[in-house]
């Protein structure tokens, strides 16, 4: 719990501090990676460059300062679940939280100047801390059940396949070298690879086979255009990595659960968010379950549509599944074209809904699930970048 007098100031420069919320981060990162230049290897260079890792730091913890001075409630659970499976899949550790803490109160004081009182400094970082301990233990208890830890996140796995999918998607096999706990259908991985004159970088990958498949990661590479480079990690995994290389990969994290029992579920990507509905949908298939199942998925065309071919073989032996496919091209028969139309999606009130794909893609389809009556609270979503849903008025990320 927030003290009394930290609750008053935090009540009364909260709405400065949101303001100038991604300021403040910008100076964070600046500052923590010139006295730490070892951490650039931690974070996501892409994310640091594009921006939304500042945005999803400031709204995190502008979320949580709101919540713990009770000006407004955020779903904490969900938010510190999503961040610390994050964090445990790229071996964040505890002492890391003093160096962040350091830097995040000095950039609040750099950027805040004369508002940036003793008072004012000590009641964010009191909400820095209550923050950070909850992260901290949560890590705690997630490297416990991975049987990983901070000093050793990353453990070595073979490349044994790698198929192309589509013309920008690729899917490698990895066999790991020692024991891995089996990942739940919708967690995702943690891949390193060493990049020639950049030193190392991490993405995550979402396990695009069954548990108990082989380890299975579907990666769309990220083309230049326009201002934008080509993705680092993507580019070197579908252009350098063969059959027979290593690569560091962490255990599977990720809150995106299936909710359990027979009631309906609503399986709904985009593009290459079609990976944890995929492997949601083999473990469905594989274990015979009767509860009906709508798969909504939504591609430019059937050829750039990553794993196509998984998909309707799972849907054909699924007892009660049912398919509706947007493609904005060449659909042909059976198929919808253009983008997903809301008014289409078939809601049954009763669904837990799992969604994947860009933003507007799940605004959309979640438009159409709250306006059928679906609970808010029913509906979770993956994010393949920084969630700058978290704490804003997004779905869940884990099932009630
Ligand atoms: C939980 C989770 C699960 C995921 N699952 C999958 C999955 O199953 N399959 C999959 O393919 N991906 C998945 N991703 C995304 C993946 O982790 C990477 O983000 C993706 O592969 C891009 O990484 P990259 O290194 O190739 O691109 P990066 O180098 O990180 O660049 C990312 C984007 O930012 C742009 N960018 C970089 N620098 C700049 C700049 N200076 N200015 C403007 N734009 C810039 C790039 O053009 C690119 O489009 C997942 C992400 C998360 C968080
Ligand atoms: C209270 C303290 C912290 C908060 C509130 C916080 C918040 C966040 C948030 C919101 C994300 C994005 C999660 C997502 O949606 O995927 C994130 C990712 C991340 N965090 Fe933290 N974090 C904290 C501490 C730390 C520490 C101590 C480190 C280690 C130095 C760290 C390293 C990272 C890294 C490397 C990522 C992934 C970056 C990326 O993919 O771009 N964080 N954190």
Same mark, same amino acid.
């Given at each position: 719990m927030l003290a009394p007098d930290s609750v008053l100031v935090i009540r009364a420069t909260a709405d400065t501090v949101v303001r100038h919320g991604v300021e403040i981060t910008g100076r964070f990162y600046d500052r923590m990676f010139e006295a730490h230049p070892e951490l650039l290897e931690l974070f996501n260079r892409g994310n640091q460059a594009n921006g939304e890792q500042r945005q999803a730091l400031a709204m995190s913890v502008a979320a949580v300062a709101a919540?713990?001075?009770?000006?407004?409630?955020?779903?904490?659970?969900s938010i510190v679940g999503r961040i610390a499976h994050k964090h445990a899949s790229l071996g964040v550790t505890p002492s890391q939280y003093v160096v962040v803490g350091r830097h995040l109160m000095a950039a609040i004081g750099e950027v805040l100047g004369d508002a940036a009182t003793p008072d004012v400094v000590a009641a964010w970082d009191e909400v820095f801390w209550l923050f950070a301990c909850l992260l901290v233990a949560e890590e705690s208890r997630l490297y416990e059940r991975a049987g990983s830890s901070f000093s050793r996140p990353l453990t070595p796995h073979t490349v044994t396949g790698v198929h192309r999918e589509t013309d920008d998607v690729t899917s490698f096999l990895l066999e790991p070298e020692s024991r891995v706990r089996p990942h739940s259908p919708g967690q995702y991985v943690s891949v390193a690879v060493e990049l020639p004159g950049l030193g190392r970088q991490i993405r995550q990958y979402t396990v695009s086979s069954a548990p108990g498949e082989p380890l299975r990661v579907t990666v769309k590479r990220h083309r230049a255009g326009g201002d934008r480079p080509a993705g680092l990690v993507s580019t070197h995994l579908h252009d350098v990595v063969r059959v027979g290389d290593r690569l560091q990969v962490s255990p599977p994290f990720g809150? @995106?659960? !299936?909710?359990?029992?027979?009631?309906? @579920?609503? !399986?709904?990507s985009a593009g290459v968010g079609a990976t944890p509905v995929v492997a949601a949908l083999r473990h469905l298939a594989a274990a015979g379950t009767p509860r009906p199942i709508t798969v909504v998925h939504a591609d430019r065309t059937p050829d750039t549509h990553p794993l196509r071919a998984d998909l309707l073989d799972a849907v054909d032996s699924l007892p009660d599944a049912s398919l509706v496919l947007w493609y904005e091209r060449d659909g042909g028969p059976g198929t919808h074209a253009g983008l997903v139309d809301p008014a289409l999606i078939p809601v049954d009130p009763d669904t837990h809904a799992l969604l994947c794909g860009p933003l507007p893609f799940m605004r959309t389809v979640r438009r159409a699930l709250l306006d059928g009556g679906v609970r808010a609270d029913r509906v979770q979503y993956e994010v393949f970048g920084p969630d700058a849903w978290l704490g804003a008025d997004a779905p869940s990320h884990t099932a009630s």
């Open positions: 919540h713990f001075a009770g000006i407004k409630p955020v779903p904490l659970a809150d @995106l659960a !299936l909710p359990a029992g027979d009631g309906p @579920l609503l !399986l709904a």
